[in-house]
C-alpha cells in the first residue's frame, strides 16, 4: 500500500510579505488549483491534480499540488505566491513533500518500481534536475533467487532537524509492517515506531498540544467497510495511540468512518471533518470535530462542512456540503469558488 501524506507543520519562517493577518488559502477544484490571499486570487493554473497531494513550503512561498494520471508521467506544479508565476516538474509519483527551505522529496514509483527512489528538487531553481536521495539504511531485504523484494516509500517531511519517512519493504510472500523512520542529517537512521494500516491522509504538527511532535493517523480495517479511526504517534515517546470515538460512532452498525479532511489547528489541536460511510455511500454528511485529550468533540460553528480552516476566532474559510468554498469574516460571507476538493494553508 502508497501511503498518502499530508504536512502540517506548527511553526513556519517569517513571512515578511505574507504576515500572519493575510488570510493565504490554496484550494482544489476538479480542474483547478489555485492561492486566494484576502479572497482574492493571487496565482492559479488549469488541470487535474490528486486532491491529497495539496501541501505548502513552510515559508508559505509556495503551494504544490501532483497532477492525477494514470500509468503515465505526472508532474509536481508548483504556485510562486511571491512572483505569481507557475512551474511544474516531471515525476512518477502522487505527492510530493516540502522539506527544509524549498527542498522538496518525492518518491519515484517509475514502473516497475519494485523499489521506490527518493529524489530531492529545489523550487527555486526550476532549471536544475532532480537529484536522487540516497537511504541506504532503508533497502528492502536480500532476496533468493525466484523471489521479489520491495520497498515502498512515503515522505512525511522534517522534524527536529531530522526527515521522517515511512516504509514497507518486504518478500512479496511476507506481510509488510508500515514502518516510521528518522533519517538524520548525518545519514544515520532510526526506526521510531511500526504504524497501523494506514489509508487517506496523515498529519505531522511539529509541536502539537501534547507538547511533542505527532503524527495523526487514519487506521481502517482490511476490507474497509468497517468501523475506522485515528491513532496518534507521539514522536518523543516512540508511542501509537488511539483515539476514543465512541461520540462518533453507533455500535453494532456496518458502516465506515471516513476523514474527509484532518488537519492541526492553532490551538496545536486536531481537527476532523468525518462522515458515515456504507461501503461506497455516504449516509452521514461530514460534521467537524476536535481531539481533546484521546477524545473527539462535536464542534458547532459550523457544525457541518467538508473542510475548514480558522484563521481567528472571526475568521474562518469553509468548503460546505455543496462544495462551495467561502470565506467568513466576521458577519461577512464571501463565495470564492464551486466544486472545490480540497484546502490548505501554510504551516501556522
Given amino acids: 500500500m502508497i501511503l498518502t501524506v499530508s504536512l502540517v507543520a506548527a511553526c513556519s ?9 493575510d488570510r493565504l488559502l ?14 482574492k486570487v493571487l496565482v492559479q493554473t488549469a488541470g487535474k491534480f490528486w486532491p491529497r497531494s495539496l501541501r505548502w513550503t513552510d515559508d508559505g512561498r509556495f503551494a504544490l499540488a ?17 512572483r505569481r508565476v507557475v512551474t511544474t516538474w516531471p515525476c512518477w509519483c502522487r505527492k510530493a513533500t516540502p522539506m527544509a527551505d524549498d527542498e522538496v522529496w518525492f518518491a ?18 526550476p532549471d536544475t534536475p532532480p537529484r536522487e536521495v540516497a537511504i ?34 518486504a518478500l512479496a510472500a511476507k506481510e509488510a509492517p508500515e514502518r516510521l523512520f528518522e533519517i538524520h542529517d548525518d545519514g544515520s537512521v532510526t526506526q521510531l515506531i511500526q504504524m497501523s494500516a494506514v489509508y487517506g491522509r ?7 498540544a501534547y507538547k511533542q511532535g505527532a503524527v495523526a493517523i487514519p487506521v481502517t480495517s482490511a476490507d474497509g467497510c468497517r468501523g475506522t479511526g485515528v491513532a496518534l504517534l507521539l514522536l518523543a515517546d516512540r508511542v501509537e495511540k488511539p483515539t476514543d470515538m465512541s461520540a462518533i460512532t453507533d455500535h453494532g452498525e456496518r458502516y465506515s468512518v471516513h476523514i474527509d479532511d484532518m488537519w492541526w489547528g ?28 484521546s477524545r473527539w468533540e462535536r464542534q458547532t460553528a459550523p457544525a457541518q462542512a467538508r473542510a ?23 458577519k461577512i460571507q464571501t463565495q470564492i469558488a464551486t466544486g472545490v476538493l480540497m484546502i490548505d494553508t501554510p504551516p501556522l
Fill in 26 to 39: 490554496a484550494y482544489l477544484t476538479a480542474d483547478q488549483f489555485a492561492v486566494v490571499k484576502n479572497e
Fill in 266 to 293: 492553532r490551538d496545536g489541536k486536531l481537527y476532523a471533518t468525518i462522515s458515515r460511510w456504507n461501503c461506497e455511500r455516504e449516509i452521514t454528511a461530514p460534521t467537524v470535530w476536535r481531539l481533546e485529550g
Fill in 108 to 125: 519515484d514509483e517509475q514502473p516497475p518500481a519494485d523499489v521506490h527512489v527518493v529524489k530531492s528538487i529545489s523550487l527555486s531553481r
Fill in 136 to 169: 541506504t539504511a532503508l533497502q528492502p531485504p536480500y532476496a533468493q533467487p525466484g523471489q521479489r523484494a520491495w520497498r515502498r516509500v512515503d515522505i512525511l517531511g522534517r522534524h527536529n532537524d531530522t526527515s521522517l519517512v515511512a516504509t514497507q519493504a
Fill in 308 to 330: 475548514l480552516r480558522i484563521f481567528s476566532p472571526t475568521e474562518r474559510a469553509v468548503v460546505g456540503l455543496d462544495r462551495t468554498l467561502t470565506a467568513h469574516i466576521g
Fill in 13 to 21: 519562517l517569517n513571512r515578511k510579505d505574507n504576515p500572519p493577518s
Fill in 66 to 82: 501532483v497532477t492525477d494520471v494514470t500509468n503515465e508521467q505526472a508532474s509536481i506544479t508548483v504556485l510562486d505566491v511571491e
Fill in 202 to 208: 496523515e498529519v505531522l504538527h511539529k509541536s502539537s
